[in-house]
């Protein structure tokens, strides 16, 4: 429980704070996770950041093989932004396993989710067998809203009947936790949290990112090669908590918030939205120990408002 004001003795040495949280029926130490596609496999942040003081980290979307990406110019800044169009470039699911995760298994205490992507059902199927195979990953977060490729992803997650079978069928044969990761390229974000859960999700995570493009007026050409890229950042995250708050308001699974986070006070308005816990993305592209800065930063703001227990944050909007 909450209290007033921390304690004023100087011989009371304050406890910490508990800042554990609970998603998809896995504790993790604190509500900050790694977005996937700006963490790369983990293993390139494991010099700069200490992966075990994250609540975990997803590893860039996985596909059954390997995938190239999208041609360059792919990523652009904009006010308050970045647009992206990486196109899920990636090693695949198999090498995933093979080079990657035993050295983030060797990081005891780090807590991987591997962020999966395909094209049709039997694609996410297929590489969710393939990552039943590997030891330590805690779940499966599943990827149905990536607007940057030509097909597949976003159709997924913007079309409740086909959001509904992806995601009975990645239930159906993963044998990890399932984390159903929802496009915010929909009129109704409610509907589409519900369908996940009833569909069996474990938990659902929002918001990936916003549809859009950016034009070079010189030259007359899109700043980014494919012409559309999706935005994140701090430009995205008024938007984005109104829909976490929509989708927290829409299921009882837990809510996993994202979207322009770049502070311990974003963090806390998505946990009073409805969020259990939180994934930053683009904060790490200007500053690459972002996540590790908002665990202290979360500690520090926790200290200062006699917060005893983060998670008790959790849906605390008061609207009356
Ligand atoms: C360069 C880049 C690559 C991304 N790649 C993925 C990806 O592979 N899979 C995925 O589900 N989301 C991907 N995302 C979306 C982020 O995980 C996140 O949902 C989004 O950027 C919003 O959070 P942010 O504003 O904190 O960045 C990517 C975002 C960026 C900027």
Request: charged fraction near 20%; aromatic fraction near 6%.
């Given at each position: 429980?909450?209290?007033?004001?921390?304690?004023?003795?100087?011989?009371?040495?304050?406890r910490p704070p508990d800042l554990r949280v609970?998603?998809?029926?896995?504790?993790?130490?604190?509500?900050?996770?790694?977005?996937?596609?700006?963490?790369?496999?983990?293993?390139?942040?494991?010099?700069?950041?200490?992966?075990?003081?994250?609540?975990?980290?997803?590893?860039?979307?996985?596909?059954?093989?390997?995938?190239?990406?999208?041609?360059?110019?792919?990523?652009?800044?904009?006010?308050?932004?970045?647009?992206?169009?990486?196109?899920?470039?990636?090693?695949?699911?198999?090498?995933?396993?093979?080079?990657?995760?035993?050295?983030?298994?060797?990081?005891?205490?780090?807590?991987?989710?591997?962020?999966?992507?395909?094209?049709?059902?039997?694609?996410?199927?297929?590489?969710?067998?393939?990552?039943?195979?590997?030891?330590?990953?805690?779940?499966?977060?599943?990827?149905?809203?990536?607007?940057?490729?030509?097909h597949g992803g976003i159709q997924f997650g913007s079309?409740?009947?086909?959001?509904?079978?992806?995601?009975?069928?990645?239930?159906?044969?993963?044998?990890?936790?399932?984390?159903?990761?929802?496009?915010?390229?929909?009129?109704?974000?409610?509907?589409?949290?519900?369908?996940?859960?009833?569909?069996?999700?474990?938990?659902?995570?929002?918001?990936?990112?916003?549809?859009?493009?950016?034009?070079?007026?010189?030259?007359?050409?899109?700043?980014?090669?494919?012409?559309?890229?999706?935005?994140?950042?701090?430009?995205?995250?008024?938007?984005?908590?109104?829909?976490?708050?929509?989708?927290?308001?829409?299921?009882?699974?837990?809510?996993?918030?994202?979207?322009?986070?770049?502070?311990?006070?974003?963090?806390?308005?998505?946990?009073?939205?409805?969020?259990?816990?939180?994934?930053?993305?683009?904060?790490?592209?200007?500053?690459?120990?972002?996540?590790?800065?908002?665990?202290?930063?979360?500690?520090?703001?926790?200290?200062?408002?006699?917060?005893?227990?983060?998670?008790?944050?959790?849906?605390?909007?008061?609207?009356?």
């Amino acid at each position: 429980m909450s209290t007033g004001s921390p304690p004023s003795g100087e011989s009371l040495a304050p406890r910490p704070p508990d800042l554990r949280v609970q998603v998809a029926g896995i504790e993790l130490k604190n509500p900050i996770i790694a977005a996937a596609g700006t963490f790369g496999y983990g293993v390139e942040f494991e010099d700069i950041v200490h992966l075990d003081r994250l609540g975990g980290f997803v590893v860039k979307g996985l596909s059954i093989a390997p995938m190239t990406g999208n041609p360059p110019p792919r990523l652009y800044e904009t006010a308050a932004g970045m647009l992206n169009a990486i196109g899920l470039q990636n090693i695949g699911a198999q090498a995933f396993l093979e080079e990657k995760l035993p050295r983030l298994r060797a990081k005891k205490d780090a807590v991987v989710f591997a962020n999966v992507f395909g094209y049709t059902r039997a694609d996410y199927e297929h590489t969710i067998e393939i990552l039943n195979q590997g030891e330590g990953i805690a779940a499966y977060e599943l990827n149905v809203s990536c607007p940057n490729t030509a097909h597949g992803g976003i159709q997924f997650g913007s079309d409740p009947h086909m959001l509904d079978e992806v995601v009975r069928s990645a239930k159906r044969v993963a044998a990890r936790p399932l984390i159903v990761k929802l496009s915010p390229n929909v009129t109704s974000i409610g509907l589409m949290a519900r369908v996940a859960e009833e569909a069996g999700a474990d938990a659902v995570s929002l918001v990936n990112t916003f549809l859009a493009m950016a034009i070079d007026a010189e030259t007359r050409r899109p700043r980014i090669a494919n012409v559309t890229a999706g935005l994140s950042g701090p430009a995205i995250k008024p938007i984005a908590l109104r829909m976490v708050y929509d989708a927290a308001q829409a299921v009882k699974i837990p809510v996993i918030g994202m979207g322009g986070i770049t502070t311990p006070v974003d963090v806390v308005e998505y946990m009073l939205a409805g969020a259990s816990a939180v994934e930053v993305g683009t904060a790490s592209y200007f500053d690459p120990v972002a996540t590790e800065k908002l665990v202290d930063g979360l500690t520090e703001y926790c200290r200062e408002h006699g917060i005893e227990r983060l998670s008790e944050l959790t849906g605390g909007l008061i609207t009356d």
